[in-house]
């Protein structure tokens, strides 16, 4: 049996140091979205409008974003998955359902970035820019969903290298978006991830 939850909370728990910001709206089966660099749990309106009353669903600011504070040193994917755990074994959910972002959307990405810290932005872009998880992809056996703007030409290669890497995965297209597709249209964004949700649930 999965946990219920408030229709609406708002908290912030200790991870790994920092104060970390996260929001739940709705009850049922979790559903935790990650938002991209820059930006902050805000820009999953759509979705939670969309899911929140089928499912719990959790957006957080990571470190360094948003109402999350942020911490000396380097940043690296492996502090920012750290952190993650931490929210979700405080969370108490039984199995997760996730979607990452690698808004309208214009204006959202360029206020967001503006009003970021040069200090914060520069530690971000760095962790980014030297990672490479490529020979951890093939270890992922659950299901996963790679969606990827149908504009977006320069990110068709990676999402095709991740679904011949991920052994039970898909790619979806949206049509008309570019980067931010669950933001340039929501739509066909949330009709993705609710028919492979939907698959896992009943398969």
């Not at 938002?35 to 820009?43: C, E, P, V």
């Not at 600011?61 to 999350?68: L, V, Y």
Request: charged fraction near 25%.
């Amino acid at each position: 049996m999965v946990e219920k939850r408030m229709k609406m909370e708002k908290n912030a728990i200790v991870t790994n140091g920092i104060t970390t910001y996260y929001e739940i709206h709705g009850s049922g089966p979790p559903l935790i979205l990650i938002h991209g660099i820059s930006l902050d749990h805000n820009m999953w309106q759509p979705q939670i409008s969309y899911f929140s009353n089928k499912y719990a669903v959790i957006t957080y600011d990571i470190r360094g974003h948003g109402q999350s504070e942020g911490s000396d040193g380097d940043y690296s994917l492996e502090i920012f998955a750290d952190d993650l755990k931490t929210l979700l074994d405080n969370l108490n959910f039984f199995f997760w359902f996730f979607r990452g972002m690698n808004a309208e959307t214009k204006d959202y990405f360029r206020n967001a970035l503006l009003e970021f810290k040069e200090e914060e932005l520069l530690k971000l872009l760095d962790c980014f820019y030297h990672f490479d998880l490529t020979a951890e992809l093939a270890k992922i056996t659950v299901p996963t969903l790679i969606i990827v703007g149908e504009q977006e030409k320069m990110g068709f290669p990676q999402a095709e290298k991740m679904h011949e890497l991920i052994k039970h995965s898909a790619v979806v297209k949206i049509p008309g978006a570019f980067h931010l597709s669950n933001l340039e249209n929501s739509v066909e964004f949330n009709r993705a991830i609710q028919d492979f949700v939907s698959d896992i649930s009943v398969g």
